[in-house]
């Protein structure tokens, strides 16, 4: 007689005589079986563990066979492979506690990742996440974090990765070679049929298996066993919800007025949106550390004037208009109109007339600024500047041959940061390379709208970063090759803010002048 033993899965034991743990991959064919033993594999672990000891998360690949799951108290709803956003929210997540964990926090809960179709993850997701997968696999299992992970073929998972996953099932597969590589050498015939659910455990040597079924009892058809299924999870349900936190997406609109001030400090500080993290938390710009300048570039309708009118009126709630002074460029006419009756605007300039006399009377501040420091007499409060220009390519167009201009808002940008100078300049970008850009571009830091490849244009690495077109107003911020994705604040009617801000904040204020 043969001893039919129970199938034990390791994840993070070590009791087991051959001393395979860890990582799960199971292949075979369409219809033989892996879903199955996903669903199997995830309600044992759910039996087995509380929800405050165990974590599952489900990415699927093949349709609804694993939605069910979601309503595990130890999961999170199941995330399907269009879900672009959450996907990346997934990994986003899976990483920082690697990091965390690598760091010196603690390993519990123990987590697993369940991948329904490797094949389809990597043909949608390669250049974003599969790097994210590698490092899961080659270095969660020593702080707790495990992938149990479904293919149709062996040989569609590279040697590298299959290596680092000692524990291998392989279902029906396509002929002895494949067994070969997925479990070791196997007697079987090419046009051998193996029944659903049943195939041969990577071992020394293989041995042949029959996966169960996630329920007991006689199983009429599938709808019955999933009804059983559900009956289960809503009595897991009952004893424990704490599972682990939602993955929450990250809104397309975020009204700027929803959003908290900074705490009040000498410093320029401003909240404009919310980060794409776990937490979806506020985005504080911190004017002089990250700055104190700022391109914002990308294709039409991403929402680079809208950030302007963001970083205008956060300022302007934070500063009255004897703490900041603004000048606005707009040669379109239109794009900033609504910030004009703002009390901090000195001006807006629509045409190059304009725009040399109010440099002139910028460089004339600065000037007084300096001699006054040369002289020791340092005034109590030195009033920030915000120059803000929209549609920059437009003004590179008007200004043209006149060297000089450029010349002079370069030297603004070079000489004048530390006495208060705040640039912000949008526009495409993509085929200016005059003195005042070059000078903004040694920066390497800036705004890059809803596509990845506007950072091109601020001379940033994209590698790894999505390259969907994500929604008006969702911006990667790059420092020095450090991007992180943003959702910023919308503004709904500009007006009804400005004048919010003038009647409510600084009721009392006079509109910004030139001192000198």
Known sequence: TQTQCPLWVHLNTTQQIDGRNGHVLIMGGPGTGKTMALRTLAVSQALLHSPDRLHMYFLSFTGNGLNDLGMLPHAEDVVHGIETERVRRLFGRLLTILNNRQAGQVHVPTIVLFIDQYEQLRDTYYEQHIHDLERLIN???????YVVITANSITSIPDRLRSMIQQRIALQLGNATDYLLAVGNIRTR?????????????????????????????IVDEHYMRDMTIELINTLRSASRSGPPPLRELPAKIPLDSLPLATSTDTLETIIGRVDDDHLSLYKLDWMEQGAHFLVTGPPSTGKTNLLHVAALSAAQQFSPQQLRVVLVDFTGRSLRELEPLKHVVTRVTDMMALETQLNRLQREMSTLYQRWNDKDVPS??????????DYDVVCDAIGSNFEMFI?????VRLHS??????????YLDRVGDPFIKQLLLRRSGFGMSVKDSL???????TGLTSKTMPAGRAFYAQHNTVTILQTAYVDNSQVLVNRINQQLWTDATHAVWEH
Request: hydrophobic share 40%; glycine share 10%; net charge neutral.
């Open 139 to 145: 270095e969660g299992r020593a702080v707790g974090i």
């Open 190 to 218: 090419d046009d051998e049929q193996l029944p659903k659910g049943r195939g041969w455990v990577y071992n020394s040597p293989p041995l042949i298996c029959q996966i169960s079924l996630p329920v007991r009892g006689m």
């Open 381 to 390: 409060t030195i009033p920030r500047t915000l120059l803000i220009i929209d």
């Open 408 to 412: 002079q808002l370069r030297d603004h």
């Open 418 to 427: 530390d006495l208060g100078l705040h640039m912000w300049v949008a526009g």
């Open 456 to 462: 091109h244009n601020l001379n940033i690495r994209t």
